[in-house]
């Protein structure tokens, strides 16, 4: 079963050990850390204004997100195609409770036939778009611009490929881990992409980034980190080896974006190595 169509996904995203590991939060994980989330309040304080009525759909779960619209008192809607994986994350959220605290389970490519347009102030998304084939990109792009309101934003993390970038070896990566200059998540995404096992890792025609595959060859690192280091990998590992993405050069993501959107700020955590190809995106709809 193809990993990216509605069911694969749905099938994956459901399995009991996976939505174990992703409701584990922090920086051991794959969820945005406290810099990130920094600029992801930043931009949805740019993004709603001075408004007193809003309204955010997120595209997933992820529960940081939802938090940062409720807060804002905003109505918030999440549209995730895992029933377990939703309720999972949504038991974990601070503002759960809140009477703003909206969910639905569908599909990101059928949400026009089931969300009114015109109806979003925000979007937000954490590496959602890496979820959905490339040749679809403009399909899910031109569905989130007819949700949003003539003024409406995206405020979404995006993973991208650097292609002039140089290889590193193993034990660099590691070093700069060791600093404080990666996290768990940037650490593996650095071995994915820039090392040799970048040539398994990563299938640039197709744009398609195997987790399984870093998960399997990087058995080898595991005397190298400590502890905590330890159980954050193996944590992430346990997501890694159902999952992949599709991720394409900053280049070829601009050429789709820019027609339904405005870029219209780009944020990146400099101390951060992987930031620096996973950046946070603030987007103006082009209505």
Not at 144 to 151: G, T
Not at 175 to 192: A, M, P, S
Not at 216 to 242: F, G, M, P, Q
Not at 248 to 273: A, M, N, P, Q, T
Request: glycine letters at 6%; zero cysteines; hydrophobic letters at 35%.
């Amino acid at each position: 079963m193809e990993k990216h169509t509605k069911e694969g996904l749905k099938g994956s995203w459901g399995r009991a050990e996976l939505v174990e590991a992703r409701t584990k939060r922090g920086s051991g994980t794959s969820a945005p850390v406290k810099e990130e989330l920094e600029v992801y309040e930043e931009f949805f304080k740019t993004a709603i204004k001075n408004k007193r009525k809003t309204r955010t759909l997120v595209l997933g779960g992820t529960p940081e997100l939802r938090d940062l619209a409720l807060k804002y008192g905003s109505e918030t809607i999440a549209v995730d195609i895992s029933p377990k994986l939703l309720l999972s994350l949504t038991n974990i959220m601070e503002y759960k409770d809140s009477d703003n605290n909206k969910f639905m389970i569908g599909d990101w490519l059928e949400m026009d036939k089931f969300l009114p347009k015109n109806s979003f102030d925000v979007i937000l998304g954490d590496a959602s778009i890496t979820n959905v084939p490339f040749e679809k990109w403009d399909q899910l792009f031109d569905i989130l611009a007819r949700l949003l309101k003539k003024k409406g934003y995206i405020i979404t993390r995006q993973l991208t490929y650097n292609p002039s970038k140089k290889l590193k070896q193993y034990d660099e990566i590691i070093k700069d881990f060791n600093k404080g200059r990666n996290t768990i998540f940037g650490l593996v995404l650095e071995f994915g992409f820039y090392t040799k096992l970048g040539k398994k890792s990563y299938d640039k025609k197709k744009k398609i980034f195997s987790w399984k595959t870093i998960a399997e060859e990087l058995n080898t690192i595991k005397n190298k980190l400590n502890k905590k280091s330890l159980a954050d990998y193996e944590n992430l590992i346990v997501h890694a080896k159902y999952h992949s993405s599709i991720i394409s050069s900053e280049k070829e993501f601009y050429k789709k974006l820019r027609k339904y959107f405005y870029i219209r700020k780009k944020g990146v955590i400099k101390k951060l190595i992987y930031s620096h190809y996973v950046p946070i995106y603030l987007l103006k709809v082009r209505k």
